[in-house]
């Protein structure tokens, strides 16, 4: 047996399910893990190169580039999670993902909701001179 | 027992309609096996702890233009610092990921060489973030200047604060795997220190983007 044959016995003839981390059971050797993770580090360089890049560039109109920093930054968060985390689409992988779409939503809710709740009260604030005034009147 | 299972299953289900994967269904088995249990539930704990940044990060983005007439990001990063950090904690990242593959041909000097090159890049990542915020506090732009640095040195410290504790555990972790082998025990401690380090990095990209590039920059 080589040694190969060893880590997949590990769990005896369990395929059901993959652990988060995992490679996909079935994948071959450690060539394909590399170029896995090559291929990821090259994506995320990328991304990072990008990110960095656009600031300050004449290239895209200077509001869009807050949005574009934010794609490019979702973006590389995914090829973490799908290259070095090894959370992907795979049929064995689905208690893993379902757990982290609910992450995925409690953090949207906690940033987008403080962020928008936080916008209006600002907005709905009597300005802080204003205030001083009223303060000074008494 | 198991083929036999398995033709049973396809008789009553020959288009494998009913469940996915490889194997029989896996209520036939009775409960995962324990490195599967072990890597969901510290998959768990890190989803919570994403939770928890995201309070940070929420509270940073709200306070970021509260600076009460202090120095604002723009002035205050040095985005060429950032880059590098940055760099330190990709390749960081890259060198756990051979790490975890010399793990799974059980190589041991290999999973030593690259635990010691992750460790190095982490702790490169580490003393540049020290310095910056030493920096920042003995310009007098500590954590008490202004509600934004408040939240600045919440959100990155908590973020160094992982780093500095992902340190120490790979480095019991790497003298347990050299005195005690590619135990079980070990291999799914190993498992949890590369999803908590692979994380980490997920979190940094957050913190770069929207601390310092959106902050400083745009």
Request: hydrophobic share 50%; glycine share 12%; aromatic share 10%.
């Amino acid at each position: 047996m080589s040694q190969h044959d060893e880590i997949h016995d590990l769990d005896g003839d369990w395929h059901g399910e993959v652990a988060p981390g995992d490679e996909h059971s079935g994948d071959s050797g450690v060539s394909a893990g590399v170029r896995g993770y090559l291929i990821g580090f090259a994506l995320s360089v990328l991304l990072t190169a990008a990110s960095f890049g656009i600031i300050g560039t004449k290239l895209i109109w200077a509001p869009g580039i807050p949005v574009a920093l934010v794609v490019f930054a979702v973006a590389q968060m995914g090829v973490h999670l799908v290259f070095f985390l090894h959370i992907n689409t795979g049929p064995d992988n689905t208690n893993n993902i379902l757990a982290l779409a609910f992450g995925i939503l409690i953090v949207g809710m906690v940033v987008a909701g403080s962020l928008w709740i936080m916008y209006h009260l600002n907005a709905n604030m009597m300005p802080m001179d204003k205030l001083m005034d009223l303060h000074l009147q008494h | 027992m198991s083929a036999v299972a398995t033709t049973a299953a396809s008789e009553r289900d020959p288009h494998r309609l009913g469940h996915h994967g490889s194997g029989p269904h896996p209520g036939d088995h009775g409960p995962s096996p324990k490195r599967i249990i072990v890597g969901y539930g510290f998959w768990i704990f890190l989803l919570s702890d994403f939770v928890m940044f995201s309070g940070f990060f929420a509270s940073f983005a709200v306070l970021s233009g509260a600076t009460a007439g202090g120095p604002s990001g723009r002035e205050l990063f040095d985005l060429q610092n950032v880059a590098i950090e940055t760099a330190c904690l990709l390749l960081s990242s890259f060198a756990c990921g051979m790490a975890s593959l010399a793990v799974g041909v059980r190589n041991q000097l290999w999973t030593q060489l690259s635990l010691v090159v992750t460790g190095l890049l982490g702790l490169a990542f580490l003393v540049l973030e020290l310095k910056e915020f030493a920096e920042l506090i003995a310009k007098g732009d500590g954590p008490q200047r202004s509600a934004f640095l408040s939240a600045f040195f919440t959100l990155v410290g908590c973020h160094g604060l992982h780093v500095s504790v992902g340190l120490l555990w790979m480095g019991t972790m790497m003298a347990q795997i050299f005195a005690k082998g590619f135990t079980p025990n070990m291999l799914r401690r190993f498992m949890c220190f590369s999803l908590f380090w692979h994380a980490l990095d997920i979190i940094w990209v957050a913190v770069f983007t929207v601390v310092y590039l959106i902050g400083a920059g745009a």
